[in-house]
C-alpha cells in the first residue's frame, strides 16, 4: 500500500466563522484559502495551515443543512474530531488492497474530494475513526 504521510485532521464545528478566532488566538493558524461550499457534501469547508508544510492541515467542517452526513454526526455526537486524512499515491490499488483484508469501505471506487480523488474506511474498522484516503493530483 501507499498510505502515509498524514494529509490533515478534520473537525465538525457548528459555525466555521466562530471556530476561527479560536485557531487563530491560540496556535495561530490561519485559513489556508477562503471558506467554501463543498455542494456535494452539503457542508462548508476551510483548511488551515499548520506549519510550513503545505499540505499538513486542520479541515473545519460546517454542515449547510440538517440533511448531511456532517449534520448527523453533528447532532448525535457534537462538535470534534470527524476524521483523519491519510495520503495515497494510488488510490484504487489502495482500496483493493483494503478491500482484500476486509477493512468495511464505505467507498469501494475513488471520488471527487476538495483537494483530489478521495474514498472512505468505515470507523468500524479501525476503532471508532474515520479515516479518509487522498490521492492528490
Known amino acids: ?3 502515509g504521510p498524514v ?3 478534520a473537525v465538525v464545528v457548528r459555525s466555521i466563522e466562530a471556530a476561527l478566532p479560536r485557531y487563530a488566538d491560540l496556535f495561530g493558524w490561519h485559513p489556508a484559502e477562503a471558506p467554501r461550499i463543498f ?3 452539503r457542508v462548508r469547508l476551510c483548511f488551515l495551515r499548520t506549519g510550513p508544510d503545505p499540505a499538513a492541515m486542520i479541515e473545519l467542517i ?3 443543512d440538517d440533511e448531511s452526513g456532517v449534520a448527523r454526526f453533528l447532532a448525535t455526537r457534537g462538535e ?8 495515497s499515491d494510488d488510490l484504487s490499488a489502495d482500496l483493493a ?3 482484500a483484508a476486509e477493512a468495511e469501505l464505505i467507498d469501494r471506487e475513488p471520488r471527487p474530494g476538495a483537494h ?6 468505515h470507523p468500524r ?5 474515520l479515516w479518509e484516503l487522498l490521492e492528490r493530483p
Open 116 to 121: 483530489g480523488r478521495v474514498a472512505f474506511v
Open 125 to 129: 474498522t479501525l476503532n471508532g475513526v
Open 1 to 3: 500500500m501507499t498510505l
Open 97 to 99: 488492497a483494503l478491500a
Open 62 to 64: 460546517e454542515p449547510i
Open 80 to 87: 470534534g474530531l470527524h476524521h483523519v486524512c491519510l495520503r
Open 39 to 41: 455542494a456535494s457534501q
Open 7 to 9: 494529509d490533515h485532521v
